[in-house]
DNA sequence: CTGAAAGCGCTTACAG
DNA sequence: CTGAAAGCGCTTACAG
């Protein structure tokens, strides 16, 4: 490996000045400049990260992303936008991929393995605790947060309420009283925002149409393929059946169109179901769902934490909050509350606003 | 950021011995290593990477993967299995997204940005070039390889030709005999070692059964469901129309039977359409298909890189290539060849083996 | 514009 | 079992 030592024998200066000269620094005549470059070039010289990271304070140019699971549409997604804008500005990125490991989070999240490895963090889909938001800030750690709000940090995300409530009234307006929800109940271990902002925004726009709420239909569905379809299973076996169902993600929605299919179900005309993302193979499935833009919050995300290592104008807003829009996209998995009937009645029929039967 | 000379001053022995006791090496007196780890714990002492990785040599913990498109299935299926491998012996993950960027390709394969940045390389699913491997060769750095096959370096995947060739079977064995393939043909570019073998594997094995290659019949799906999608389009306004597809991707598989849907088509009535992969979607669209173990594939690669770093036993087999078992799932998108319908008669009607009507 | 020297936080022979 | 000292490859005041 070729050193800065070498370039100082090879061109007859000092090592102070090669390394002056290789970083651009100002008071080196053009000349060595040229002729250091030049060596370096040839040598094939690189520098030692190590070194650099030693003699400089600590930077490494390295930024962690912390997600739940790499192989979901959502995650991917994010790291690819944040990848790429880090990556622009010579970040290095360092990932780490929890998979619903706590022994992995607490790792990552609660001790200070990264103090030292990385610049800054960013981290996306989980709810920080209050413990870990302490002990990250103790360090001094820069962090991000994506999907997840949390005062002390900037976070980029959409309003996931706002999100649930999108979806749950474009299936009240088609006359839809009897609406399930599919989503993560379960989340004590993860403690992830978005499910529990989902679910609280399903419940209250109910609430605020005046139907009562039914526990029986909301159903855990992992955020996943399979959870989803089984979430499905049980929920078309119920009697009186929904009529329609909110899932919190598309991913859980392929999986309830999947069980409806398997039933016999139309949608629909006997089943309406709205998803969240518009995820890659939305379209595929004709999927009517709530569009979150995804590789830009991986994007700005990745800018937010730029703007946090960079050297802070005094004045500047440290603790920022984005919040991007979502957009309702309309196909064909959702339509008019079927005619009444075969169904019996079954509970909570007061307060339906239109005098559609349910 | 509590250093080992603080721990020295706090237990009274020298940084030497504090640097022994923490690596729990020998000949440090158990009395002085509790007190040294206590002090550590109690003070919150973290190494320094960059001045172990100095001092120890430039070692860095740390290996890269290098993938082409994280959002894809394949690629964040493989980065989660060798994540966690990596992970379990203490190695950090430093993500390479090259996104179909020629320059980024270059900056991590072509240049030595990465010579001292980590001990070892994990290459998904490119094809490096014999510049790339001579370059990388060169440098002294361990890689090893998903997906693709190089003379120098392990490698881990599974048999594209017999990939192909086992779907393309299946569809012979159910009459067909205008069968046509989605894949990648233009990849100049990325050199993609999977996309040239399955179609290899394609034409070997219609020409072995002595049917007639048709070039109409090659489509370039890009292994994208848009991809997949426009080329299912173009296939199915052919006349005579193919009577199966062989598509080198779920995905694009998926995309092919969306197109035949809003064609109006039945599958597999009026078309039969097999994949590769075995996506986590798959299943839900019935999709016949040629199984992969995918996480399995990261696993195995990242215990080679493993290997590759350890102290080499003097007779250890440096290059090792593991090619891993495939197994067709027929599902529901492939049936027999429809009776001799309407089609008009096409090229190349010789050589078909069976009595059936192309 | 350039150089000598100290220092970043560790590890590692070498002595003892 | 323990310590003093050199060294890893850079950067950074400080002089000149």
């Known amino acids: 490996m070729t050193s800065i030592h070498d370039l100082a024998r090879e061109t007859g200066v000092?090592?102070?000045?090669?390394?002056?000269?290789?970083?651009?620094?100002?008071?080196?005549?053009?000349?060595?400049r040229r002729r250091v470059m030049e060596a370096a070039v040839r040598l094939g010289y690189v520098p030692s990260p190590h070194a650099v990271g030693l003699a400089s304070g600590g930077q490494t140019?390295?930024?962690?992303?912390?997600?739940?699971?790499?192989?979901r549409w959502f995650f991917a997604t994010v790291i690819s936008g944040a990848e790429q804008v880090l990556?622009?500005?010579?970040?290095?990125?360092?990932?780490?991929?929890?998979?619903?490991?706590q022994e992995a989070r607490r790792r990552v999240l609660g001790t200070h393995l990264l103090t030292k490895r990385v610049d800054a963090m960013l981290i996306v889909g989980l709810g920080p605790t209050p413990q870990e938001v302490h002990w990250l800030s103790n360090q001094g750690m820069p962090?991000?947060?994506?999907?997840a709000r949390v005062a002390q940090w900037p976070s980029v995300r959409v309003d996931d309420e706002l999100v649930a409530r999108t979806a749950v009234e474009h299936l009240l307006e088609l006359g839809h009283?009897?609406?399930?929800?599919?989503?993560?109940?379960?989340?004590?271990?993860?403690?992830?925002?978005?499910?529990?902002?989902?679910?609280?925004?399903?419940?209250?726009?109910?609430?605020?149409?005046?139907?009562?709420?039914?526990?029986?239909?909301?159903?855990?569905?992992?955020?996943?393929?399979?959870g989803g379809t089984s979430a499905g299973d049980r929920l078309l076996a119920l009697s009186p059946r929904p009529t329609a169902v909110f899932c919190a993600s598309d991913e859980m929605a392929f999986g309830v169109l999947r069980a409806a299919r398997r039933k016999g179900l139309r949608v629909p005309e006997d089943l309406s179901v709205v998803g969240v993302d518009d995820h890659e193979m939305a379209a595929l499935f004709d999927l009517t769902t709530v569009r979150q833009p995804v590789l830009e919050q991986g994007r700005l995300a990745a800018r937010h934490v730029l703007r946090l290592m960079a050297p802070q104008e005094s004045d500047e807003?440290?603790?920022?909050?984005?919040?991007?829009?979502t957009e309702l996209v309309v196909r064909g998995t959702t339509g008019p509350v079927p005619a009444p009937a075969s169904a019996s009645p079954g509970a909570g029929g007061e307060g339906a606003k239109a005098g559609v039967e349910r």
């Open 177 to 226: 009283r009897r609406i399930a929800y599919v989503g993560m109940l379960n989340d004590a271990s993860l403690s992830l925002a978005t499910p529990r902002a989902r679910a609280r925004g399903y419940r209250d726009t109910l609430r605020d149409a005046g139907i009562e709420q039914d526990p029986d239909l909301e159903l855990e569905g992992g955020f996943t393929l399979e």
């Open 61 to 71: 140019r390295t930024v962690a992303i912390v997600v739940l699971f790499v192989t």
């Open 87 to 101: 990556r622009e500005r010579g970040y290095d990125v360092l990932l780490y991929n929890l998979d619903d490991d």
């Open 317 to 325: 807003v440290v603790s920022d909050h984005v919040e991007l829009g």
């Open 14 to 32: 000092s090592t102070a000045t090669v390394s002056r000269a290789l970083r651009g620094l100002p008071r080196v005549s053009e000349d060595t």
């Open 143 to 147: 962090v991000v947060t994506v999907g």
